[in-house]
């Protein structure tokens, strides 16, 4: 099946710092990429969708100058967590639409990056 | 107003019995995909099942089922012969609309904490 590989899957780094995230998918191309953020015992809440070689669309209350999306490939994905506070700290999972995929299919999903933020 | 709303934040079964963990949504479009994913503690997202809103057949996978009354707008999951590792959270999630940019995120749930009791 289609794989997704986040990394990493812990991180932990000071107040002030940036912190990036790689999504990629290993055995296909993806055309379409979404990036999570789950705090704990929490739904997923979509942050932003990047499409490859064209810029992020985030969702409403998403700042862009902290949470910095870039697709340059269609097997890769980034989100850059800049200037990193300790309210940052969070779980955030990427997923990947698949090229090939129509509506009824579902995103993989990476395992995830819990970010701690001291 | 919530566009999946998942009423039980958590949920016992005992081992080798059936649950169901529900799932109402809200909708305007005709044409929707309703998803179930698996989220055991490691935090990866596991899709189990799929139903589309014009498919006339409830989704079945395995010991999965979706129980689908669309005059009612719920999808609820089945889960036949429970088994211990079946413990995880378990997210309903929507996708919609049904076509053009953007179609393929998806709009999750707050989610059902199942615990499998041996």
């Known amino acids: 099946g289609a794989v997704v590989s986040q990394h990493p899957s812990r991180v932990i780094c000071k107040s002030g710092t940036s912190v990036k995230i790689e999504c990629r998918s290993l055995?296909?191309?993806?055309?379409?990429m979404f990036w999570y953020r789950q705090f704990p015992k929490k739904s997923l809440m979509l942050m932003a969708t990047s499409n490859e070689g064209s810029k992020a669309t985030y969702e409403q209350g998403v700042e862009k100058d902290k949470f910095l999306i870039n697709h340059a490939s269609l097997t890769l994905s980034t989100l850059t967590v800049t200037s990193a506070h300790p309210e940052d700290s969070s779980f955030y999972i990427c997923?990947?639409?698949?090229?090939?995929?129509?509506?009824?299919?579902?995103?993989?999903f990476g395992n995830g990056t819990r970010l701690t933020v001291t | 107003a919530q566009k999946i709303t998942q009423t039980q934040p958590g949920m016992f079964v005992q081992e080798k019995e059936a649950v169901t963990l529900d799932c109402t949504y809200d909708?305007?479009?005709?044409?929707?995909?309703l998803f179930w994913y698996k989220q055991p503690s490691s935090g990866e997202m596991i899709f189990l099942i799929y139903q589309g809103s014009y498919d006339e057949q409830n989704a079945t996978e395995g010991r999965y089922s979706l129980n689908f009354q669309k005059a009612r707008k719920s999808a609820n999951l089945v889960i036949s012969a429970s088994q211990l590792g079946d413990s995880a959270m378990y997210f309903c999630a929507m996708r919609e609309p049904y076509s053009g940019a953007g179609s393929y995120q998806l709009t999750f749930g707050k989610g059902t904490k199942l615990s499998v009791i041996p």
């Open positions: 997923s990947a639409r698949e090229l090939s995929s129509d509506r009824t299919s579902p995103l993989h």
């Open positions: 909708t305007s479009d005709q044409s929707y995909g």
């Open positions: 055995d296909f191309q993806a055309t379409t």
